[in-house]
């Protein structure tokens, strides 16, 4: 017996729906308090188109499931022909509801505020006699997936904002470093002439104190020659 994915599609979509059924009805609030193009209704259309366009994506992988069974037989995956039956109506419902929320957000109330038995048979159940529901999905799904892209590139221009802001602070605290480095530059240079200044009065005090040595050395050696002098002079008086 094969694997039947029908189950675990059926709990993404009842999750969505759920999301999207929020969405709708902030959509419609917004819509009746705010006006025509403000940012907040643009921001809630665009939320609800978005997840309308992942439910629709997830619907058609349920109906493709549905298909399969269809096509495989319902008995090589353990179910019954009323089994079938109603995911068949399920999916009609569910593809029912999304047409009642892409009506809302295109503004076409009368459709989309009926009941939903009282709704157009074209849209209750897929592969209908007119090919123009498909082509409406087709130009739903292509518009949401246009939305899609575009928030992405508001993203990508947001990040790549960001990583500019980024680039001038680099380039700001680079330039800062280059003249801290030239600051530093500066003391290295200065300190560099006092300490030579310093090495020259070095220099000079040793050769005055040599100087002052030989000096005081030859004042004693005339000293003594003096009192000799004397003491001979005497000597010769005396005598």
């Known amino acids: 017996m ?3 994915p029908y189950h675990e599609v059926q709990r993404e979509i009842q999750s ?18 705010a006006r025509d193009g403000s940012e907040e209704l643009v921001l809630a259309r665009n939320e609800l188109k978005a997840t309308l366009a992942a439910l629709y994506t997830d619907l058609e992988d349920l109906e493709e ?11 090589y995956f353990g179910l019954d022909d009323a089994e079938v039956s109603e995911r068949r109506k399920y999916v009609g419902r569910v593809r029912r509801e999304i047409e009642g929320m892409r009506a809302d957000v295109e503004g076409r109330n009368s459709q989309s505020s009926l009941p939903s038995g ?14 123009e529901p498909d082509d409406e999905q087709a130009k739903w799904a292509h518009e949401e997936q246009q939305l899609l892209l575009q928030e992405q590139d508001r993203a990508i221009d947001s990040i790549s ?3 500019n802001t980024l680039a001038q602070q680099a380039g700001l ?21 006092t300490d030579s200044k310093l090495s020259n009065a070095m ?14 050395k030859s004042g ?12 001979l002079l005497l000597a010769v008086i005396l005598v």
């Open 2 to 4: 094969s694997t039947d």
């Open 16 to 33: 969505l729906l759920q999301t999207a059924s929020s969405l709708r009805s902030s959509f419609l609030r917004i819509r009746s308090l």
């Open 65 to 75: 499931s549905v298909k399969i069974v269809e096509d495989t037989g319902p008995r």
């Open 118 to 131: 009282s709704r157009s048979p074209l849209q209750s159940v897929p592969g209908s006699q007119s090919g």
């Open 161 to 163: 904002g960001t990583l």
């Open 173 to 193: 605290m680079g330039h800062e470093i280059s003249e801290h480095v030239e600051m530093l530059d500066d003391l290295e240079a200065n300190v560099d002439q």
């Open 203 to 216: 220099r000079r005090m040793k050769k005055f104190v040599r100087d002052t040595e030989v000096e005081t």
């Open 220 to 231: 004693w050696c005339i000293t003594i020659l003096i009192i000799v002098l004397v003491a």
